[in-house]
């Protein structure tokens, strides 16, 4: 039975927070969700952009209602929570509805601050935070004509900003003499002051409001030096205090936000919090960035992984005025203790700031040249030493080394991790993933898969950059379908659904049925039409070894100096003296000049000749062992640890398990190299969270992970299922198989095939439906009675003339 979470706050931190969760734990809990406005989710950090006319109300949606109802969410929208009874865990609405929780989730965001003066109550005052304060706005904006906003800050620049457009006579009034003194120094202010008042805006600096005026609404400001500015509309931009009332008084700890530890639990370990809200480690938080990484973290926890941390992260600001390019990051004012690296080019309108303390960047400003702003950030939040790029930084990262080499891509030299689109939290790798994986060759279809670029656009540069780099002279092109190679126009889901369709069943007849191009196809449709073919036709075809790479072909792995390295099978990494005796006797034989332990705990014989592979494969034979797998597009390896038996921790035989699982699935070829391993505990020795499939044991039964990846972009994996027993962990792994032989395309490694087709889709296959798992299963299980047979044995007899070295003519 489900769990029951309660969300109450709709907004992009507890949404997010939901985002997160199901991509971990779809199906752990029944989700009601509680908005006191009445929409779905959309992006509060793009309202001024609907201000300003640039974007509607529908285009900065994140998830209309359509979203809710496919993910199994109830949404009361217009419903605010008055009550929460902690100790029968129910929450109250103010239209007297109940909600019970297991879990409950408070993201109740903040409150604008109203400035306490005399009139701060008259019609035509109000605040900017809701599409309610926007509507009110734009219906000024059609009736009156003078606005002043309080506050020039960044979101009252902003405001300033899409009143302006609306065409309305805006002044901007701010108590100090610096504007978004919170992001900016005086030289970088200076420089927007100037150029935002060429846009039309007048700016009423180091003015302190006194009242506001009038009868039946607002009329006039009066300010502390007596003076007095005309007004129909007053938005009040000062702040913003965290929503703590509805926690506070159900006896949650506050202070100035609800208070919540590293894993945004509150002191009821039932309740978390996210968002502008909490309070952690004494700091509160305005920006979206901190919101994501926060709400990564909690999902985390409420899926029961437990194995996450908020830290709190240095942040950047982008502003989101059309045609003022600034960047704003860390401790942009430094102190006695840092130093400044200043560039100024007022003709250009152009402000760089680079603030340093210890030999690390700690803070910058960029003004009119923001094109570095990633990368600074990326070395702050790395602590980099910069002491070797120190003399050129201040001048970008197109300077560092090759400035000769003419213009380069910017986003090249940033990590994977390095985040691009800070309003919606996606970075480097999670684009250029995107852009390989499904074959997107626009800004709008990058859009659509990450959300980058999809609000403020302050990061459409960047994102162009990294299609330009991915695609290089495909950038432009118009989407299309993507064929196999240049033997066909066909994709590689429509060359497998013709092989069933049309019953093809060896490679000639395919290449006319399907009106290849080329006669005997490539290097690269060859080895995909063979596994295609061999995968839906188990017992029927033919596997064709000069269809498969090297490695296959002669069931070893061919090493830089042209010998081959051969690795024996040992199930589950148990071996014993009998077998380590026979690999060290036939190590000494082939003068085997490098004995390895791999890393997923086999034993790797380095160096071998060609010539010699048939005879060590006979010898391994009667030794008693099977492999040729070992480098295939196959099942490889079945990693362990020693479990329930020897372990002090383990929970389960998890050796023996390993066992069973590799007798069970070697000789099973799949669309690239399959590993699976088996953890005793939590604690997880035998890494089984990076595997394809991993089996974590627990008390009460096993816990089952796939699609993980250990290799150049580690990717952990996702969590399936739950299941008691053994033989339940060992069906739903040859059903994983099976799905994942029948679907993934050639060479597509399990990590990038969830990505492509989705969690949900793993899940409703192999998990929800136990008919279809149960048959999954069939299907490998049918397809192993014709794999499982031992290349060695067989090429050890039939083919060893094949490894006679051609003689040499002198």
Same mark, same amino acid.
Not at 577 to 601: C, F, H, M
């Given at each position: 039975?489900?769990?029951?979470?309660?969300?109450?706050?709709?907004?992009?931190?507890?949404?997010?927070?939901?985002?997160?969760?199901?991509?971990?734990?779809?199906?752990?809990?029944?989700?009601?969700?509680?908005?006191?406005?009445?929409?779905?989710?959309?992006?509060?950090?793009?309202?001024?952009?609907?201000?300003?006319?640039?974007?509607?109300?529908?285009?900065?949606?994140?998830?209309?209602?359509?979203?809710?109802?496919?993910?199994?969410?109830?949404?009361?929208?217009?419903?605010?929570?008055?009550?929460?009874?902690?100790?029968?865990?129910?929450?109250?609405?103010?239209?007297?509805?109940?909600?019970?929780?297991?879990?409950?989730?408070?993201?109740?965001?903040?409150?604008?601050?109203?400035?306490?003066?005399?009139?701060?109550?008259?019609?035509?005052?109000?605040?900017?935070?809701?599409?309610?304060?926007?509507?009110?706005?734009?219906?000024?904006?059609?009736?009156?004509?003078?606005?002043?906003?309080?506050?020039?800050?960044?979101?009252?620049?902003?405001?300033?900003?899409?009143?302006?457009?609306?065409?309305?006579?805006?002044?901007?009034?701010?108590?100090?003499?610096?504007?978004?003194?919170?992001?900016?120094?005086?030289?970088?202010?200076?420089?927007?002051?100037?150029?935002?008042?060429?846009?039309?805006?007048?700016?009423?600096?180091?003015?302190?409001?006194?009242?506001?005026?009038? #009868?039946?609404?607002?009329? @006039? $400001?009066?300010? &502390? +030096?007596?003076?007095?500015?005309? *007004?129909? /509309?007053?938005?009040?931009? !000062?702040?913003?205090?965290?929503?703590?009332?509805?926690?506070s008084s159900a006896g949650i700890h506050c202070d100035r936000g609800i208070v919540v530890d590293d894993t945004m639990q509150t002191f009821d370990p039932r309740i978390y919090a996210v968002g502008e809200c909490v309070q952690h480690r004494s700091q509160t938080f305005g920006l979206v960035a901190?919101?994501?990484?926060?709400?990564?973290?909690?999902?985390?926890?409420?899926?029961?992984?437990?194995?996450?941390?908020?830290?709190?992260?240095?942040?950047?600001?982008?502003?989101?005025?059309?045609?003022?390019?600034?960047?704003?990051?860390?401790?942009?004012?430094?102190?006695?203790?840092?130093?400044?690296?200043?560039?100024?080019?007022?003709? #250009?309108?152009?402000?760089? @700031? $680079?603030?340093? &303390? +210890?030999?690390?960047?700690?803070? *910058?400003? /960029?003004?009119?040249?923001? !094109?570095?702003?990633?990368?600074?950030?990326?070395?702050?939040?790395?602590?980099?030493?910069?002491?070797?790029?120190?003399?050129?930084?201040?001048?970008?990262?197109?300077?560092?080394?090759?400035?000769?080499?003419?213009?380069?891509?910017?986003?090249?030299?940033?990590?994977?991790?390095?985040?691009?689109?800070?309003?919606?939290?996606?970075?480097?790798?999670?684009?250029?993933?995107?852009?390989?994986?499904?074959?997107?060759?626009?800004?709008?279809?990058?859009?659509?898969?990450?959300?980058?670029?999809?609000?403020?656009?302050?990061?459409?540069?960047?994102?162009?950059?990294?299609?330009?780099?991915?695609?290089?002279?495909?950038?432009?092109?118009?989407?299309?379908?993507?064929?196999?190679?240049?033997?066909?126009?066909?994709?590689?889901?429509?060359?497998? *659904?013709?092989?069933?369709?049309?019953?093809?069943?060896?490679?000639?007849?395919?290449?006319?049925?399907?009106?290849?191009?080329?006669?005997?196809?490539?290097?690269?449709?060859?080895?995909?039409?063979?596994?295609?073919?061999?995968?839906?036709?188990?017992?029927?075809?033919?596997?064709?070894?000069?269809?498969?790479?090297?490695?296959?072909?002669?069931?070893?792995?061919?090493?830089?100096?042209?010998?081959?390295?051969?690795?024996?099978?040992?199930?589950?990494?148990?071996?014993?003296?009998?077998?380590?005796?026979?690999?060290?006797?036939?190590?000494?034989?082939?003068?085997?000049?490098?004995?390895?332990?791999?890393?997923?705990?086999?034993?790797?014989?380095?160096?071998?000749?060609?010539?010699?592979?048939?005879?060590?494969?006979?010898?391994?034979?009667?030794?008693?062992?099977?492999?040729?797998? *070992?480098?295939?597009?196959?099942?490889?390896?079945?990693?362990?640890?020693?479990?329930?038996?020897?372990?002090?921790?383990?929970?389960?035989?998890?050796?023996?398990?390993?066992?069973?699982?590799?007798?069970?699935?070697?000789?099973?070829?799949?669309?690239?190299?399959?590993?699976?391993?088996?953890?005793?505990?939590?604690?997880?020795?035998?890494?089984?969270?990076?595997?394809?499939?991993?089996?974590?044991?627990?008390?009460?039964?096993?816990?089952?992970?796939?699609?993980?990846?250990?290799?150049?972009?580690?990717?952990?994996?996702?969590?399936?299922?739950?299941?008691?027993?053994?033989?339940?962990?060992?069906?739903?792994?040859?059903?994983?198989?099976?799905?994942?032989?029948?679907?993934?395309?050639?060479?597509?490694?399990?990590?990038?095939?969830?990505?492509?087709?989705?969690?949900?889709?793993?899940?409703?296959?192999?998990?929800?439906?136990?008919?279809?798992?149960?048959?999954?299963?069939?299907?490998?299980?049918?397809?192993?009675?014709?794999?499982?047979?031992?290349?060695?044995?067989?090429?050890?007899?039939?083919?060893?003339?094949?490894?006679?070295?051609?003689?040499?003519?002198?």
């Amino acid at each position: 039975m489900r769990e029951k979470l309660v969300l109450i706050g709709n907004g992009m931190a507890g949404v997010r927070t939901l985002e997160e969760l199901l991509k971990l734990a779809p199906d752990k809990y029944d989700i009601t969700v509680f908005g006191e406005e009445p929409y779905g989710n959309y992006n509060r950090i793009m309202l001024s952009p609907v201000l300003a006319g640039e974007k509607t109300i529908d285009e900065i949606m994140i998830n209309d209602l359509q979203w809710y109802e496919d993910n199994n969410i109830k949404l009361l929208s217009g419903k605010k929570v008055t009550r929460i009874d902690r100790l029968n865990r129910v929450v109250t609405a103010d239209d007297g509805s109940t909600e019970n929780y297991d879990r409950l989730l408070l993201a109740t965001g903040s409150r604008p601050f109203m400035l306490p003066i005399p009139g701060s109550d008259l019609k035509g005052v109000i605040s900017f935070r809701d599409i309610a304060d926007v509507d009110t706005m734009l219906e000024t904006a059609k009736i009156h004509k003078k606005a002043v906003v309080i506050g020039g800050g960044l979101l009252g620049l902003e405001a300033a900003n899409g009143l302006m457009i609306q065409g309305m006579d805006v002044s901007v009034v701010h108590i100090s003499d610096v504007l978004m003194n919170q992001q900016l120094d005086k030289p970088a202010s200076d420089l927007m002051l100037e150029e935002l008042r060429g846009k039309g805006l007048t700016f009423l600096m180091e003015h302190q409001t006194e009242a506001i005026i009038g #009868r039946d609404r607002v009329e @006039k $400001l009066r300010f &502390k +030096d007596g003076s007095e500015i005309d *007004a129909d /509309l007053v938005v009040m931009a !000062v702040g913003i205090r965290p929503n703590i009332e509805l926690a506070s008084s159900a006896g949650i700890h506050c202070d100035r936000g609800i208070v919540v530890d590293d894993t945004m639990q509150t002191f009821d370990p039932r309740i978390y919090a996210v968002g502008e809200c909490v309070q952690h480690r004494s700091q509160t938080f305005g920006l979206v960035a901190p919101l994501f990484e926060q709400a990564k973290v909690c999902s985390n926890h409420l899926a029961q992984m437990g194995i996450a941390r908020y830290i709190s992260s240095v942040t950047s600001t982008k502003l989101k005025v059309t045609g003022i390019d600034l960047f704003s990051a860390g401790d942009f004012l430094g102190d006695d203790d840092t130093e400044d690296l200043v560039f100024k080019d007022a003709a #250009r309108k152009v402000y760089k @700031k $680079l603030v340093i &303390k +210890d030999n690390q960047l700690v803070g *910058a400003v /960029l003004y009119g040249d923001t !094109v570095d702003g990633a990368w600074y950030f990326q070395l702050m939040r790395d602590g980099t030493d910069i002491s070797d790029i120190r003399e050129n930084m201040l001048f970008g990262q197109h300077h560092l080394g090759d400035s000769g080499h003419g213009p380069s891509n910017s986003v090249d030299g940033l990590p994977d991790d390095a985040e691009i689109c800070g309003c919606n939290g996606v970075c480097k790798g999670d684009i250029v993933q995107a852009i390989s994986k499904h074959g997107l060759f626009t800004l709008d279809e990058v859009k659509a898969h990450t959300k980058a670029s999809a609000s403020c656009g302050s990061c459409t540069g960047l994102v162009e950059q990294l299609l330009a780099s991915t695609l290089g002279s495909d950038f432009n092109d118009t989407p299309s379908k993507k064929p196999m190679c240049g033997c066909t126009d066909l994709s590689h889901a429509e060359v497998k *659904a013709a092989i069933i369709e049309k019953s093809l069943k060896n490679i000639p007849d395919l290449m006319s049925a399907l009106e290849w191009k080329t006669e005997d196809g490539c290097h690269s449709c060859r080895p995909a039409l063979n596994y295609y073919m061999l995968s839906s036709w188990p017992n029927e075809y033919q596997d064709d070894p000069q269809s498969r790479f090297i490695n296959e072909r002669v069931h070893a792995n061919i090493q830089k100096d042209g010998t081959y390295s051969v690795v024996p099978r040992i199930w589950g990494g148990v071996t014993n003296p009998r077998e380590l005796r026979a690999i060290a006797d036939i190590s000494e034989k082939y003068n085997v000049p490098t004995v390895k332990i791999t890393g997923g705990q086999r034993i790797d014989l380095l160096g071998i000749k060609k010539e010699d592979l048939p005879k060590m494969w006979a010898d391994l034979s009667d030794a008693g062992f099977v492999s040729g797998h *070992a480098y295939g597009k196959s099942l490889r390896t079945v990693k362990t640890c020693v479990g329930s038996e020897w372990c002090r921790f383990g929970t389960q035989d998890s050796t023996g398990l390993g066992i069973k699982a590799e007798k069970m699935t070697w000789g099973s070829w799949t669309p690239h190299k399959f590993k699976i391993a088996v953890s005793g505990c939590p604690r997880n020795c035998a890494e089984a969270t990076i595997k394809d499939f991993g089996i974590v044991c627990v008390d009460s039964g096993y816990e089952l992970h796939v699609g993980g990846n250990g290799g150049i972009k580690v990717r952990a994996t996702d969590f399936l299922t739950k299941v008691a027993t053994e033989e339940e962990a060992l069906e739903y792994c040859a059903a994983f198989m099976q799905l994942y032989r029948e679907e993934a395309h050639y060479l597509e490694r399990t990590a990038p095939w969830i990505e492509r087709v989705g969690l949900k889709h793993v899940t409703s296959a192999v998990v929800d439906d136990e008919v279809n798992r149960k048959r999954l299963a069939e299907r490998f299980h049918e397809s192993q009675k014709n794999a499982q047979v031992d290349p060695w044995a067989e090429h050890a007899a039939k083919y060893k003339d094949n490894y006679i070295p051609i003689k040499q003519v002198v």
